[in-house]
């Protein structure tokens, strides 16, 4: 720590020696909500953070040719036309500690159960360069989250970018919470992601993580429906970056973000606000890069570190190809897709295994897993075909092969129904969907 502050202070000589700690101060002249229109400022940078009225702080998010807009991510009170705006010469950066593990944050370092900012605080990027390419390797390490039907059907591995689509309560962030809490003593760190979410969803799963032992492990990174909604567009960067800072020391890290539709629409209002030329569904023009430029983090390191990451998009009426959904769908490397008709019939986890998709699928599997994987898939993916086709069918006229495979389909249908944390391991996988489906 003392190295850290006498850096900054020798920043600050230097700035002083070569005449960079004059500030520009500007003037705003337009207020639209937590949007302002700024005067005056010559020589300010994108995300540069500003001082507005000597408290609020805010960033440059749009530069005009006469003007710049700058958004609010935290307002000290009422701002009208007039009030000064100043420069500070740096990116806004969130405010991270390595002491946050366990506890519920925001970007700005602070504790939000006990609304007190941590020791220690370390500026953080907001976003950082894209990790090259010839610092990742291929990603063939098994990801268990637990759950069965993912784990034997559409596995995930260290450093893959899976998506959870669904509509609204399906299950989609149930699955999320199951797959941190079955890290536990598997030396992964966990960062869920929460946009746009209430203080009190959030403190339940804070609760329930907390009664699994899974907050020993954990970070909650929260942008609160209350809170100005830049700081909802910044937070899913900012845990990228703090899972990034963990990565390069060597560390396998799990993200969760929740959500990602959520997400968009604040980039939608924000851009609306300041200007921007809107696009397909009023989004702006830079929507997918907005969100590829943020999924690209997950990789398996050189190094040996690893970022897996679990966004998650709501839907409505399970349409998933609307203009969100197929932009991230394109981003990742596989979707499980939740369907309502599958949970209001009591199957859990509602995983449509039909439109569900692992893209590396067996390549991250253990050879037993992989076998018996694949050749579970198959057959129950034949079983949902037929029973469809023979669901009211009198079963005592089919043929005995017919009746064999109802049969079969059904026993692994059973075994896939699983509650909410209880999880599987491997051992116990194998051994459960071993007696009814014998590998190739």
Do not use: W
Not at 92 to 105: L, V, Y
């Amino acid at each position: 720590m003392g190295n850290f502050v006498e850096g900054l202070v020798n920043a600050k000589l230097r700035n002083m020696k070569n005449m960079l700690n004059v500030y520009e101060v500007g003037h705003v002249v337009k207020v639209k909500d937590y949007i302002l229109e700024v005067t005056g400022l010559e020589n300010v940078g994108f995300y540069e953070r500003v001082v507005v009225a000597n408290y609020s702080v805010g960033y440059v998010t749009a530069i005009n040719k006469n003007s710049v807009m700058v958004a609010l991510l935290q307002r000290a009170g009422t701002i009208y036309v007039g009030d000064e705006v100043v420069t500070t010469g740096f990116d806004f950066c969130a405010m991270f500690s390595r002491a946050s593990m366990g506890h519920i944050i925001d970007i700005f370092g602070v504790d939000r159960l006990v609304s007190e900012k941590f020791e220690n605080l370390r500026p953080l990027p907001i976003e950082t360069a894209p990790i090259p390419i010839m610092e990742r390797t291929a990603v063939s390490r098994p990801f268990y989250t637990g759950i069965a039907g993912i784990d034997l059907i559409y596995p995930i591995g260290y450093g893959q970018r899976q998506l959870i689509i669904g509509d609204k309560k399906t299950g989609k962030t149930q699955i999320a919470l199951d797959t941190i809490v079955n890290q536990k003593d598997k030396n992964v760190i966990c960062i869920y992601i929460a946009v746009n979410k209430t203080k009190k969803n959030i403190k339940e799963m804070y609760d329930e993580l907390m009664k699994k032992g899974a907050m020993e492990h954990t970070i909650i990174l929260a942008a609160f429906n209350d809170d100005e909604p830049p700081v909802g567009f910044f937070t899913p960067y900012a845990g990228l970056s703090i899972a990034e800072s963990y990565m390069r020391d060597g560390q396998d890290v799990l993200v969760v973000i929740d959500d990602l539709k959520s997400h968009a629409d604040i980039h939608r209002e924000i851009s609306l606000l300041v200007g921007k030329i809107p696009g397909r569904d009023a989004y702006p023009p830079d929507i997918f890069y907005t969100h590829s430029r943020l999924l690209e983090k997950g990789c398996q390191h050189k190094d040996g570190g690893s970022i897996t990451i679990l966004p998650i998009v709501e839907t409505r009426g399970g349409d998933i190809t609307d203009y969100i959904s197929t932009n991230i769908i394109s981003i990742t490397d596989g979707q499980l897709v939740l369907s309502r008709k599958n949970f209001e019939k009591g199957q859990k986890p509602a995983i449509n295994y039909g439109l569900s998709v692992s893209r590396l699928g067996g390549a991250v599997q253990e050879s037993k897993m992989k076998k018996l994987g694949g050749k579970t898939r198959r057959e129950f993916l034949s079983y949902l075909e037929v029973k469809e086709v023979y669901e009211l069918a009198n079963t005592d006229e089919m043929s005995p092969e017919m009746q064999e495979k109802l049969t079969q389909g059904q026993q692994i249908q059973e075994r896939l129904l699983q509650y909410k944390y209880s999880p599987r391991n491997k051992e116990e996988i194998l051994h459960m969907f071993g007696e009814v489906v014998k590998p190739d």
